[in-house]
């Protein structure tokens, strides 16, 4: 039985809370690229606190990633969420439909970006990405989450120019993130200076 097949046999079976420790055990926690699917798809999902739990967990995972440790895991606190079952569901059976469609177009290729020194750098953007999602940025958390799905599936089916579309997906989103914040601090800062001189607070 492949990683799909399990996910969604699980995903029927679910009658009762788990936590996203349970689910992380489900998704093969063994494969490192997973665990960074896993901690990033529930950002696509309306979860009450996702954005903080999975960026919290990202960090963590990023932390890990760069250490070198094997295998990777989630810190207790996020391990701990506990999901109902009705979204663990729903999370399983998009684990599995996102894994079953990588499946059929990533192979192993372009080696360089999948490697042991791609693989810790693979660090850096597992960390900004889960700044990115845990700021209360508009669709910043949804491109986060594809950033790093392409990403983790790149290295777990070893296809490296998924990979480095993945590093290509989570630049563009560190820039709209920061033009989006940039043009934010202009907007209020235009409206302050407006208000204040319609109050005749200006100096």
Do not use: C, K
């Amino acid at each position: 039985m492949d990683i799909a097949e399990r996910l969604r046999l699980q995903a029927s079976r679910l009658h009762s809370q788990v936590t996203l420790g349970w689910l992380a055990e489900q998704g093969g926690a063994v494969v490192p690229g997973m665990l960074i699917v896993l901690a990033a798809v529930p950002s696509l999902l309306p979860l009450p606190g996702v954005g903080n739990i999975t960026g919290g967990a990202l960090l963590a995972l990023a932390l890990s990633i760069w250490r070198g440790q094997r295998p990777l895991a989630l810190p207790a606190r996020v391990q701990s969420w506990l999901i109902s079952p009705g979204s663990a569901s729903r999370l399983l059976r998009l684990l599995a439909w996102v894994h079953e469609t990588a499946a059929r177009y990533m192979r192993p290729r372009a080696p360089h970006w999948v490697g042991a020194r791609a693989w810790t750098w693979a660090a850096w953007p597992v960390a900004v990405m889960g700044v990115v999602i845990f700021l209360p940025i508009p669709l910043g958390n949804v491109f986060g989450a594809v950033a790093l799905m392409v990403l983790g599936l790149g290295h777990s089916l070893e296809d490296g120019w998924a990979v480095a579309v993945g590093w290509l997906l989570s630049v563009l989103t560190l820039l709209y993130t920061l033009a989006l914040t940039w043009g934010l601090a202009a907007l209020s800062e235009q409206l302050w200076n407006r208000g204040t001189q319609l109050l005749g607070l200006g100096g």
